[in-house]
C-alpha cells in the first residue's frame, strides 16, 4: 500500500466519524483553526517568506508572485473567512421535501457530507484554508494536493489545523496534505476509486484538462476563467471603462479576471482610449481586433489563439462588434462558463444577455471580479464550478453535500 493509499484510508475512517459530529463540535474546531492562524502569523509568514524567495528565483510572473504572497492583512483575512464559516448554517441533517404519502409512509431527504474529497490546486497557499474549512463544517475529510510553489505555506497551514482539529476533539485525519508534489501524486490520486468520492481540480487549464481526462474517481470541473467584458452602446462609458479596468487590473492571475474586451463599434472610437488610459496605468498589454487596432495604434494583433485564451497576466483581448448579437456569438464560441458581463444602459439588452449568456455568473453594469464564494454569502468557496451538474458556480457548503431519502413506515409493503 502506497503512502497516499494509507493516507487516504485514514481519512476515510476520519470521515465516517465526522459525518455524525455535531455543529456545536465543528464550530469548535474551526474556533480553533481561526485562533491559531492568528497565534500563529510569524511562522505562517516564516514559511511562505521560504515559497516566495524560491519563486522570484525561478522567475515567476508578477501576477503569481502576488497570489502566492502572504502578509498579515491576507492571513487575518484567511482568519475572517473561517469565522464567517462558522456562522453559517450547517447544512447537514437538514431534512427538505418531507411528506406523507398517501399509504402512510413519511418521506424526505436528508442532507448528508460526500466523505472524502481530494483537492488539487496550484500557487493559492489561502485556499488550503477556505477548503479545509468548507469541508470541515460540511461534514467531509480533505486531502489538499497544493502546488510545489506553495509548499512551505501549506505544510505550516495544515500543521495548524491539524492540530486545532484534534484540540476539538476529531480526529486530525480530517485534513490532510499529499507530501508528494510531482505530477505522480496527481496521477495516483485521480485512481483512487474506493477512497476519494469527489475530485475537485482548481488551477489553470493543462491541470483542470488533464484531471478531467485522466480521472476513474468522480470530478467537479472548476476555474478555468475566459471571461468576456461587453460594452454596448448605450453604455455609460466612464462606468464602463471603470469595470473594464477592474475586472481586469484588480487581480489579473485570478479565475474571475476579464481576459477579452468586447465593444460596439458605435463607441469603440470614443470608448477605448478612455478604457486604455485607465489600463496603462498598470501596463496592460492590449491585443486588438483589425477595428480595434486602427483605434488604439501601437497595440499587438490579436490572434485566433487570443480569444479562447486565460491569460491570468496584465494582457487584455479587445474587439469590435456590430452589436449584442455578434457580442453574443462571440462569447458563445469562447466562453468557458465561468462569469461574464454587460455594460449597458438598455434593459432590453441587458436581459437578453442574462437570459441568452450560458455561464455560472452573469453580470449587468458589474466587475467579473465579484464571482467569489465570500462575496455571494458562502463563507468562502472550494472553487468555482464551471460545469452544469449539481454545482454550478462558487462551491460553498451545500454544494459539497449530497442527500439521502429517509422514509418512516409502519410496516407498510409493497
Not at 492583512?73 to 421535501?97: C, K, M, Q, S, T
Not at 477512497?195 to 470530478?219: Q, S, T
Not at 465593444?263 to 480595434?292: G, Y
Request: aromatic fraction near 4%; charge should be negative; proline fraction near 2%.
Amino acid at each position: 500500500m502506497t503512502q497516499l493509499e494509507i493516507q487516504g484510508h485514514a481519512a476515510k475512517t476520519a470521515a465516517r466519524a465526522l459525518a455524525t459530529a455535531g455543529t456545536t463540535q465543528k464550530n469548535a474546531a474551526l474556533a480553533a483553526i481561526s485562533a491559531s492562524l492568528r497565534a500563529n502569523t510569524d511562522k505562517i509568514l516564516a514559511a511562505n517568506a521560504k515559497d516566495m524567495n524560491a519563486a522570484r528565483a525561478g522567475d515567476m510572473r508578477e501576477s503569481l508572485l502576488d497570489r502566492l504572497e502572504l502578509t498579515a492583512e491576507r492571513i487575518e483575512g484567511i482568519a475572517v473567512g473561517v469565522d464567517e464559516i462558522i456562522a453559517l448554517p450547517d447544512p447537514i441533517g437538514h431534512v427538505e421535501n418531507y411528506s406523507t404519502r398517501p399509504n402512510g409512509l413519511q418521506i424526505g431527504r436528508r442532507r448528508v457530507p460526500l466523505g472524502v474529497i481530494a483537492f488539487i490546486y496550484e500557487a493559492r497557499p489561502n485556499v488550503t484554508v477556505d477548503a479545509a474549512a468548507l469541508c470541515l463544517k460540511s461534514g467531509n475529510a480533505v486531502i489538499l494536493r497544493g502546488g510545489k510553489e506553495a509548499f512551505n505555506s501549506n505544510l505550516v497551514f495544515v500543521e495548524l489545523m491539524r492540530e486545532a482539529v484534534a484540540s476539538a476533539g476529531l480526529s486530525a485525519d480530517v485534513i490532510s496534505l499529499v507530501m508528494d508534489t510531482t505530477r505522480n501524486s496527481v496521477n495516483e490520486i485521480l485512481n483512487l476509486t474506493g477512497i476519494v468520492d469527489l475530485l475537485i481540480p482548481r488551477g489553470g487549464a493543462g491541470l483542470i484538462n488533464h484531471v478531467c481526462e485522466n480521472a476513474k474517481v468522480p470530478v467537479v470541473q472548476t476555474g478555468v476563467g475566459n471571461c468576456h467584458v461587453y460594452v454596448e452602446k448605450t453604455a455609460d462609458l466612464k462606468m464602463a471603462a471603470d469595470i473594464i479596468f477592474n475586472a481586469k487590473c484588480s487581480r489579473p492571475s485570478v479565475c474571475n479576471a476579464a481576459e477579452t474586451l468586447l465593444v460596439d463599434r458605435e463607441i469603440a472610437a470614443e470608448f477605448l482610449p478612455m478604457a486604455k488610459a485607465l489600463l496603462d496605468a498598470k501596463n496592460t498589454e492590449l491585443r486588438c481586433c483589425d477595428e480595434s487596432h486602427k483605434i488604439l495604434t501601437g497595440a499587438k494583433t490579436a490572434t485566433e489563439e487570443d480569444w479562447a485564451t486565460e491569460f491570468g497576466d496584465y494582457i487584455l483581448a479587445v474587439k469590435c462588434v456590430g452589436g449584442l448579437d455578434e457580442a453574443l456569438e462571440h462569447i458563445a464560441k469562447y466562453t468557458t462558463g465561468h462569469s461574464e458581463a454587460i455594460v449597458t444602459e438598455s434593459y432590453t439588452a441587458s436581459q437578453r444577455f442574462l437570459d441568452e449568456v450560458d455561464a455560472a455568473a452573469v453580470y449587468v453594469n458589474a466587475s467579473t471580479r465579484f464571482t467569489d464564494g465570500g462575496v455571494f454569502g458562502l463563507g468562502a468557496e472550494i472553487g468555482i464550478s464551471t460545469q452544469k451538474m449539481h454545482a454550478r458556480g462558487p462551491m460553498g457548503l451545500e454544494q459539497l453535500t449530497s442527500g439521502k431519502y429517509i422514509i418512516l413506515g409502519s410496516g407498510q409493503v409493497r
